[in-house]
C-alpha cells in the first residue's frame, strides 16, 4: 500500500503564501502544511486554518531567519540585541558547533512557538522545522523535549530517499546539485536521528522527497516522484502560494517559484499519476 502526505511548508510567512497554501488543498492535492509561529501573517493563517479544518496543520520551528517568540531574555544565546534569530542555517549551525548556543534556550524558543500555535486554537498535527535545522542532533533532542510536553508524536523524518537525490531531476542546473549534495551530506546524521526519534516513540514518515526539487517543482517532477515511491507512507515538501509584492519583499529565494508550484500541485496529470500508482493522499493525523 502507497500513501503519500504532500506538505506545503511556510503557512503563515505572507498572506499570499497562505492563500497559495488553501488554494493547492482545496483544488490540488495538498494535504498539510506548517504553521510558522514568528510568521507575519501568523493571524491570517489561523483564520485560514479554522475555515478548512481537514487540512492537516503541524508546527514548522523556526530557528533561523525570524524574530524569536520568546523574550529575548531568556534566549539570549540564540538571538541577537534585537531578538532576532540567526539569518542563515549555516550561521546557526556554525553557533552549534562552537558550542555557544544552549539547549535549554532553543528548547525555551521552540517552546514558545507551540505554545503560540496551541493558544490560537491549533493542536498540532506534527513537527518539522525551517530549513530542516532538526537533522542536527542538539535542535533534535529539543525538538523532541518539546515533542514530549505537548503530546506530539508524528515528525519530518528531513532526510531524503537516495533514488530521488540519485536520478536526473527536471531544468537541473548548479543550484540543483548543490542541493542534492546538501542533501546527501546530511544523510550523515540519518542513523542518530532515527534511534532519537524511535526512543520517543515519534514516528515518521518512511520516505521523503522534495528538496533535491525545491524551486523546480514541475508537474513533471512531480509525476517522476510519484512513479518512483515505494511502498509505505511517503512525504512531498512543497512551498506553494501566491506571487506577490509581499513575497517580492521577503528574504527567500523562492518567490516566482512558489506560484509554479501551486500550479504543478493543481496539474490534472498529477492527480491521474497518483491515481495510475494506487497512491492514498493522506495528512499526518492518518499516519500509523
Same mark, same amino acid.
Given at each position: ?30 494535504t498539510s502544511t506548517t504553521i510558522m509561529a514568528n510568521g507575519a501573517a501568523f493571524e491570517h493563517a489561523i483564520e485560514q486554518a479554522r475555515a478548512n479544518p481537514s487540512l492537516g496543520v503541524g508546527c514548522h520551528l523556526v530557528l533561523v531567519g525570524a524574530k524569536a517568540v520568546a523574550p529575548k531574555q531568556q534566549v539570549s544565546s540564540l538571538v541577537d540585541s534585537d531578538g532576532n534569530l540567526p539569518p542563515t542555517l549555516g550561521s546557526l549551525l556554525s553557533r552549534l558547533t562552537a558550542g ?19 493558544? %490560537? ?10 530549513? =530542516? $535545522?532538526?537533522?542536527? &542532533?542538539? /535542535?533534535?533532542? *529539543? ?107 521577503? %528574504? ?10 501551486? =500550479? $504543478?500541485?493543481?496539474? &490534472?496529470? /498529477?492527480?491521474? *499519476? ?15
Open positions: 500500500m502507497k500513501q503519500l502526505i504532500v506538505n506545503a511548508d511556510d503557512f503563515a510567512y505572507t498572506r499570499g503564501v497562505n492563500a497559495g497554501i488553501i488554494r493547492g488543498f482545496r483544488e490540488g492535492i495538498v555557544s548556543v544552549k539547549s535549554e534556550e532553543i528548547v525555551c524558543e521552540l517552546r514558545a512557538q507551540v505554545q503560540k500555535v496551541v493558544s %490560537s486554537g491549533i493542536h498540532p498535527t506534527h513537527f518539522d522545522s525551517h530549513k =530542516h $535545522a532538526h537533522s542536527h &542532533p542538539q /535542535v533534535m533532542e *529539543a525538538v523532541l523535549r518539546v515533542a514530549d510536553e505537548s503530546h506530539i508524536k508524528h515528525i519530518r523524518r528531513p532526510f531524503e530517499d537516495l533514488r530521488s537525490l540519485l536520478r536526473p531531476h527536471f531544468r537541473d542546473g548548479w543550484a540543483a546539485w548543490k542541493q542534492r549534495v546538501a542533501a546527501l551530506v546530511s544523510h550523515a546524521a540519518a542513523p542518530h536521528f532515527r534511534r532519537l526519534a524511535q526512543s520517543h516513540g515519534m514516528e515518521t514518515p518512511g520516505h521523503f522527497w522534495g528538496i533535491a526539487a525545491t524551486g523546480r517543482l514541475n508537474a513533471a517532477a512531480i509525476v517522476a516522484m510519484i512513479e518512483a515511491m515505494p511502498d509505505g507512507t511517503n512525504e512531498l515538501m512543497c512551498h506553494p502560494g501566491n506571487y506577490d509584492s509581499d513575497l517580492e519583499h521577503a %528574504s527567500t529565494r523562492l518567490k516566482r517559484e512558489r506560484e509554479a508550484e501551486l =500550479h $504543478a500541485l493543481m496539474d &490534472p496529470a /498529477v492527480r491521474k *499519476a497518483l491515481e495510475m500508482n494506487q497512491i492514498q493522499l493522506i495528512n499526518f493525523r492518518e499516519l500509523n
